[in-house]
């Protein structure tokens, strides 16, 4: 059973970037499908950015942004450090929120379809950023 941690969280200034780490510890992450989801104050828990398992074929999956991010959010892994990297460009305040990074080993990312919340098996206990001047 794989145990995630979150870090990289803070506060940042709009436009600022910020990068946040989700490290596995009780294996590695290559057989797994990621998901990154944040919770806004107030609002329930949502997807919005998946990727196949390292070790998947190349034509099985893909890689999911929602709209929101795409084109200022990249994901990449580190394989040998069973760690994943979420790399946050030209933030802005509608980013503000609890990231979550989330893990299963059977969840197939399409690259087409927004993760949902009960498709994870485990979960980071979360990382708070803060978008504001």
């Known amino acids: 059973q794989v145990q995630l941690v979150e870090s990289g969280g803070g506060l940042v200034q709009p436009g600022g970037s910020l990068t946040l780490s989700c490290a596995a510890s009780?294996?590695?992450?290559?057989?797994?499908?990621i998901g990154w989801f944040r919770q806004a104050a107030g609002k329930e828990r949502e997807g919005f950015l998946c990727?196949?398992?390292?070790?998947?074929?190349?034509?099985?999956?893909?890689?999911y942004y929602a709209d929101s991010v795409k084109g200022r959010f990249t994901i990449s892994r580190d394989n040998a450090k069973s760690t994943v990297t979420l790399q946050m460009n030209n933030l802005k305040p509608e980013d503000t929120g609890i990231y979550y990074c989330?893990?299963?080993?059977?969840?197939?990312?399409?690259?087409?379809?927004?993760?949902?919340?009960?498709?994870?098996?485990?979960w980071g206990q979360g990382t708070r950023v803060t978008v504001s001047s």
């Open positions: 009780g294996g590695t992450l290559d057989s797994y499908a």
């Open positions: 990727t196949k398992p390292s070790d998947a074929l190349p034509h099985y999956g893909g890689t």
């Open positions: 989330a893990a299963d080993l059977i969840y197939y990312c399409s690259g087409d379809q927004r993760p949902k919340t009960p498709e994870f098996e485990y």
